[in-house]
């Protein structure tokens, strides 16, 4: 089992930016391909980005690449995402999640094997 602690999520302005942060326990944290997704209201869940086991691979969805870096660090057993130059339509629920199947195959399906329980994060204009 991996459990999956998201934090860094709050009230911004529009143009700010803020640092999610999710810490892994449980099995070994570098097996698995990890990534941000979200949540708004009313909206399905939605891919964000998503980092290879050893941080070498990338992926980011559209709407936030070039605003939005995701990375890790195996020896704390965290992944971050860094959200710069927040828009409104950034507001959601951000939820980190750990797959054993690769990067491809996350960033592909939006399918985990482990999902932690969201952080909210709120952009005002």
């Known amino acids: 089992q991996v459990q999956l602690v998201e934090s860094g999520g709050g009230l911004v302005q529009a143009g700010g930016s803020l640092r999610l942060s999710c810490a892994a326990s449980?099995?070994?944290?570098?097996?698995?391909?990890t990534g941000w997704f979200r949540q708004a209201p009313g909206k399905e869940r939605e891919f964000v980005a998503v980092?290879?086991?050893?941080?070498?691979?990338?992926y980011y969805a559209e709407s936030v690449k070039g605003r939005f870096t995701i990375s890790r660090d195996n020896a704390k057993n965290t992944v971050y995402l860094q959200m710069n130059s927040l828009k409104p339509e950034d507001t959601a629920v951000y939820y980190c999640?750990?797959?054993?199947?690769?990067?491809?195959?996350?960033?592909?399906?939006?399918?985990?094997?482990?999902w932690g329980k969201g952080t909210q994060v709120t952009v005002s204009s």
């Open positions: 999640a750990a797959d054993a199947g690769g990067s491809r195959k996350l960033y592909a399906t939006g399918t985990s094997d482990y």
């Open positions: 449980g099995r070994t944290f570098s097996s698995y391909a």
């Open positions: 980092i290879s086991r050893g941080g070498g691979t990338t």
